[in-house]
């Protein structure tokens, strides 16, 4: 990963969903010690979007405020992940979600994505 660099989850949300969580780490997601660069939580039942890291072993506090819950059950979505200096930035179907901010310091160790949940994947790119 690095500046500039963009990663477009689309997919269609379960019938009913539990949840769904996309993970972006450095390195083998089934290694206990691979730092996550950021994970993203959807919570249907919260509606919420949560957000956090771990670094070192440390998982940092989740990040929760967010102006909308942006899913439907049954429906499309298309979440844009924009990798800029200093943050991610969050886009829903268009729309500016919400911004994190970096925890790992080296953007190019983050190589591989991790998705689960109550979600079909139509697109990665």
């Known amino acids: 990963m690095r500046p500039g660099k963009k990663i477009i989850v689309m997919g269609i949300v379960d019938p009913e969903p539990e949840s769904f969580d996309i993970s972006l780490t450095c390195g083998d997601t089934d290694d206990s010690r691979a730092d996550v660069a950021m994970e993203l939580s959807a919570r249907f039942p919260e509606r919420q ?16 405020p967010i102006p909308y819950f942006p899913f439907i059950q049954d ?4 979440i844009e992940i924009h990798c800029e200096h200093q943050r991610f930035r969050i886009f829903v179907d268009g729309h500016q979600l919400f911004d994190f901010f970096h925890r790992v310091e080296s953007l190019p160790s983050i190589d591989t994505i991790k998705i689960n949940g ?8």
């Open 75 to 78: 429906q499309p979505f298309r």
């Open 118 to 125: 109550s979600l079909q994947i139509t697109k990665l790119g």
């Open 49 to 64: 979007f949560l957000r956090k890291a771990c670094v070192s072993g440390e998982w940092s506090a989740e990040e929760t």
